[in-house]
């Protein structure tokens, strides 16, 4: 079956400007996680949905960072005034919720983000 | 405040050995954990995973030990294979809590020599 996808795969944009980033989960996938990863280090959390609602949006940067899934399956992360230290690869992944929260993740290839 | 350490950077190992890959974390409410390989402009991809109620959890040539008292966890590929080679990172989440946020540490990149 198809797995996570991203669009785009890259995205360049000048400073100040507002961008959107889609991501499609896997089918009958109910949580939705949304990453940041810059050159060097790990994935760093920004939000989680569990079906249409933002369970913990406690990594969201600042208010310039903004996500949605409003029929539970597909998610944009929106980015006003974008700033150069945005630039990283954002990744989404998608999993199962079972009841003892055990949540393997299933990654996207994730966009690439570049403001200049 | 890193909550997930990966202290080495990177490892270089020879085929048919053994690799073991380290982390720590400092969050004691963290009560699973996970690895996942990483092969360049990919996702990363689950790997193996361990709850914090068992100390071991083998799957094939992957194996993750957990010790919770030292906090650290280890990840060993036995024999390693020159397609082992690839970004490693070590995952936690406090499920127990509720929480389904997931800490990444920076990685370890793995060179499997042939």
């Known amino acids: 079956g198809a797995g996570v996808s991203q669009t785009p795969s890259n995205k360049v944009t000048e400073k100040g400007k507002y961008v959107e980033l889609r991501c499609d989960p896997i089918?009958?996938?109910?949580?939705l996680y949304w990453y940041r990863q810059s050159l060097g280090q790990g994935p760093e959390f920004l939000i989680y949905?569990?079906?249409?609602?933002?369970?913990?949006d406690s990594g969201l940067p600042n208010d310039r960072f903004f996500a949605v899934r409003p029929e539970g399956s597909v998610s944009t992360l929106k980015i006003q005034r974008t700033e150069r230290g945005d630039s990283a690869v954002y990744l989404c992944?998608?999993?199962?919720?079972?009841?003892?929260?055990?949540?393997?993740?299933?990654f996207g290839p994730g966009t690439r983000l570049t403001v200049l | 405040d890193q909550q997930v350490k990966q202290n080495s950077p990177s490892l270089s190992v020879q085929e048919g050995r053994i690799s073991i890959l380290n982390c720590d974390y400092t969050?004691?409410?963290?009560?699973?954990f996970l690895w996942y390989k990483k092969y360049p402009a990919e996702g990363p991809t689950f790997l193996i995973s361990?709850?914090?109620?068992?100390d071991k959890n083998e799957d094939g040539r992957f194996t993750v030990f957990l010790n919770k008292s030292a906090k650290h966890l280890s990840l060993h590929i036995v024999p390693s294979q020159p397609g082992d080679s690839a970004v490693y990172f070590c995952?936690?989440?406090?499920?127990?809590?509720?929480?389904?946020?997931?800490?990444f540490g920076a990685g370890t990149r793995l060179f499997v020599k042939a």
């Open positions: 949905f569990q079906g249409t609602g933002a369970a913990d």
């Open positions: 361990i709850s914090s109620i068992k």
């Open positions: 995952a936690a989440s406090a499920v127990g809590t509720g929480g389904f946020k997931t800490i």
């Open positions: 992944a998608s999993s199962l919720t079972t009841s003892g929260g055990v949540n393997e993740q299933f």
């Open positions: 969050n004691s409410m963290f009560d699973y």
């Open positions: 089918s009958g996938h109910t949580a």
